[in-house]
């Protein structure tokens, strides 16, 4: 259901973002501007979001903060730096003061128990930004893309000829396409990105296919989830990954050093190595494979070849990584709608 009225809200909002929007959302029938055409739902008029993030963030806070916007609302981003929590005041009393003011959390914490204790505490609905164990909100941004890429997974349908013969005009809002059954294989660290792909790929009918070091593997309490939904079946673990992007549709990864986790990077890159996402290590992948990748990068886990384009991965024809950044802003607008 998000997925789908973030397609909406997208293909209905953007073209009026651009320096020439469309005449037929700009004019009414008499020829005069109307400025309600243009606007998503307003949907958060006079309310107010409070974002909390105690770690960095580009696009995340770029899309609450550009959506709520968008739906009448006013983002209100309170940094680590700015307020009281956790120096001079706990997060329970925090919650409480924020609950007051505002009319909804979204968190991004570091330890995940920080967020089930905001969760414990406020009286306004509060979604998780990012933790230390879940990414919820990436994996919608994930899914869209994949979507709006379907057509190129399977081939395009015949044509009848009636079909062809038919003028058809431009429609506002474009339909989403059908996701066919994927394989989906993850390279690198088994961290909150990958959580959130274990626990909702295979219950969408897709296959995982993951190649980590042991001792990166995801922790009990991630995999007991896995298992509570039943995804374990459809997840299969590799430590060599050119075994795991075999045939695969989707080839996604994430740093191998993620925020926190500065301390261990020499330990990390040696364990890593071997990993880096590039098309050598991908030949054994379906023909038309596609990256994916969270953001922020490193050139450790993506080669970005600057001078044969085409075999460039982060940067090249396979990378549908700026694609799903820009899809954080639409599915974060349509999870607060
Ligand atoms: N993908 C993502 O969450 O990026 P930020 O950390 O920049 O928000
Ligand atoms: N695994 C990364 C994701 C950033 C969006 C981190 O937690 O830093």
Not at 246 to 263: F, K, L, P, Y
Request: aromatic share 8%; glycine share 6%; charged share 25%.
């Amino acid at each position: 259901h998000v997925i789908s009225h973030a397609h909406y809200l997208k293909t209905r909002t953007k073209p009026w973002l651009g320096p020439q929007p469309p005449s037929e959302f700009t004019s009414n029938s008499d020829g005069k501007n109307s400025i309600k055409k243009r606007l998503p739902p307003q949907s958060l008029f006079s309310k107010t979001i409070a974002l909390l993030f105690s770690k960095r963030s580009t696009r995340t806070r770029l899309a609450s903060e550009t959506s709520i916007e968008l739906l009448g609302g006013r983002a209100l981003f309170l940094g680590r730096e700015d307020i009281q929590m956790g120096v001079n005041e706990t997060v329970r009393d925090t919650t409480h003061i924020i609950s007051g003011m505002c009319q909804g959390i979204f968190a991004r914490v570091g330890d995940h128990s920080e967020i089930e204790e905001i969760a414990k505490w406020a009286d306004v609905p509060v979604i998780n930004a990012l933790s230390s164990l879940w990414h919820p909100t990436q994996i919608l941004a994930g899914l869209l893309t994949l979507h709006e890429y379907a057509p190129a997974f399977k081939p395009p349908p015949p044509k009848s000829t009636a079909q062809e013969n038919k003028k058809e005009s431009k429609p506002t809002v474009s339909k989403l396409s059908e996701l066919p059954p994927l394989t989906i294989a993850y390279v690198g660290d088994c961290a909150n990105v990958l959580h959130d792909m274990l626990v909702t790929y295979p219950r969408l009918g897709h296959k995982m296919r993951v190649a980590a070091p042991l001792q990166y593997r995801p922790p009990k309490e991630v995999m007991d989830r896995v298992k509570e939904l039943g995804c374990d079946e459809g997840i299969e673990w590799f430590e060599d990954p050119e075994l795991a992007v075999r045939d695969a549709n989707v080839v996604v990864t994430d740093t191998w050093i993620s925020m926190g986790q500065e301390a261990e990077k020499a330990e990390r890159l040696k364990a890593f190595e071997g990993y880096q996402v590039t098309e050598k290590l991908c030949k054994g992948a379906h023909p038309d494979w596609k990256f994916m990748h969270c953001l922020p990068r490193k050139p450790d886990e993506v080669d970005e070849e600057l001078y044969v384009y085409l075999l460039q991965v982060f940067y090249g024809p396979r990378s549908l990584a700026f694609q799903e950044a820009e899809n954080r802003k639409w599915t974060t607008m349509a999870l607060f709608e």
